[in-house]
């Protein structure tokens, strides 16, 4: 299901935020990111991150102390 993998595991914020908006730039519409990150505050960020952006979050899972986000490009 996802094209591309991010891996944001050791950064923390606003890093990830700012890496993620980064990535997000280059994908074609419709495509899927992965994004792995380790930070608390990721599962806040992100979800809002997405409202802003009207990118659509697909999946949003935690294991380990890893957070896997599936973000979808709007386009």
Known sequence: MNDRELDLKGLRCP???VKLNGATRDLPPGEVLRVLAS?????LDVK???RRTQHELVDF???????TA???KAG
């Open 15 to 17: 890093a990830p935020i």
């Open 48 to 50: 809002a991150w997405c």
């Open 70 to 72: 599936l973000i979808r």
């Open 61 to 67: 899972t935690s294991a380990d102390g890893v957070f």
């Open 39 to 43: 930070d608390p505050a990721f599962h």
